[in-house]
């Protein structure tokens, strides 16, 4: 009797079927497969020939029991909208797929609680986290995260007391910026347009600016405006400075969506930057340059931060880096037009040091 069509399955291939096929041992084709080596080149071609025309699907699950790795790294970050996170995940993606790794992302932007419920969703699905949150300190690590579990932290106040972290010179970009639209370019004041005051980059990036300030403009009064590192709230910033009287000559904003967001509040209102006022960022993301003008900046090389981090964690997976470390990325000022001064001008120095990454 005929059978309907839809009722016809095929049968999946197995790790025997491929032995088989290839004519070698399933320990053979095992370690082929998992990357463990023990077979030669002709071999592991014709395993590989084999796998592919049987349509072998290996069983991950199976698979971790055995080797206790799951082959997959977690990322939870504060959000996932925007170019930083983009690029981010980027450079974390690229790096860990060349390792042959997956990467399983969330979020934690509705706060501590949802950090944590994403964090414990992770558990047993991953072989280390990369974390960067705002929410992260060493009571809500103890409290959520395995001690087993490999981990580095991005742009963190922990210090290495425990934590592999890797942080960017906030500060020190923000120093430079200021200093270089204070000196170089020549404006008489600068006004900040900050990020959330529980954010740790926001922290350091206020404290380079006033820094910078009671270095080179003593006699200024700080002119900080609240942002939280949305396109909106720069764009509501910028209409809170162009409503101050007198107006500042620059706008350093502590992040390049909020600069963006100022941008369009200052073209709206009629200026002209950076004849009429000056405007700079921080991140140098993609857009950054495309813009018209194109924004002056401090360059963190996101995707490097992505790579690094991963990289690291990598180190700490296979045993071959110490588990607490701490090591800082360093900045670059980009001059573009916002600015208003010359892409020709020298760059300030930065007067931090921060040290290089580790090799991983």
């Not at 796998?51 to 959000?79: F, V």
């Not at 020549?186 to 206020?206: C, F, K, M, T, W």
């Not at 360093?330 to 290089?356: F, H, L, M």
């Amino acid at each position: 009797m005929p059978c309907d069509a839809a009722t016809v399955t095929t049968k999946k291939a197995t790790i025997k079927d491929v032995a088989r096929e290839a004519k070698v041992s399933v320990a053979s084709v095992s370690r082929a497969l998992n990357g463990q080596g023990g077979v030669t080149a002709e071999t592991l071609d014709r395993i590989r020939v084999a796998a592919k025309r049987l349509r072998y699907i290996p069983d991950n699950a199976a698979r971790s029991l055995i080797t206790r790795r799951t082959h997959t790294i977690g990322a939870l970050l504060p959000d996932l909208y925007g170019e930083f996170f983009s690029e981010l995940i980027r450079g974390i993606d690229l790096a860990a797929r060349a390792r042959g790794l997956q990467l399983l992302v969330s979020s934690s932007h509705d706060g501590v609680e949802d950090a944590a419920n994403a964090m414990r969703a992770m558990q047993g699905r991953v072989d280390g986290m990369l974390i960067l949150s705002p929410w992260v300190d060493a009571d809500f690590l103890q409290a959520n995260l395995p001690e087993d579990v490999p981990t580095v932290l991005m742009n963190s106040p922990l210090d290495a007391d425990g934590w592999s972290v890797l942080n960017i010179d906030n500060r020190g970009g923000a120093y430079a910026m200021v200093q270089h639209l204070l000196t170089t370019a020549g404006h008489a004041d600068v006004a900040l347009i900050s990020g959330p005051g529980s954010n740790y980059d926001s922290q350091q990036r206020e404290l380079g600016y006033r820094e910078a300030m009671a270095t080179f403009a003593s006699r200024v009064p700080l002119n900080i405006v609240q942002g939280n590192f949305t396109e909106q709230s720069g764009y509501e910033a910028g209409r809170a400075i162009l409503a101050q009287s007198p107006r500042p000559r620059a706008v350093f904003a502590a992040n390049d969506m909020m600069a963006l967001g100022c941008l369009y509040a200052f073209k709206e209102a009629g200026l002209r930057v950076p004849q009429d006022i000056a405007l700079a960022g921080f991140d140098d993301i993609p857009i950054a340059r495309y813009l018209s003008p194109s924004l002056s900046t401090v360059s963190v090389h996101i995707a490097e931060l992505g790579r690094s981090a991963l990289e690291r964690l990598a180190a700490l997976l296979d045993g071959h880096a110490q588990s607490t470390t701490s090591d800082t990325l360093g900045c670059a000022v980009v001059i573009r037009e916002t600015c208003g001064s010359s892409r020709d001008d020298a760059s300030p120095k930065n007067p931090y040091q921060p040290k290089s990454p580790t090799d991983v």
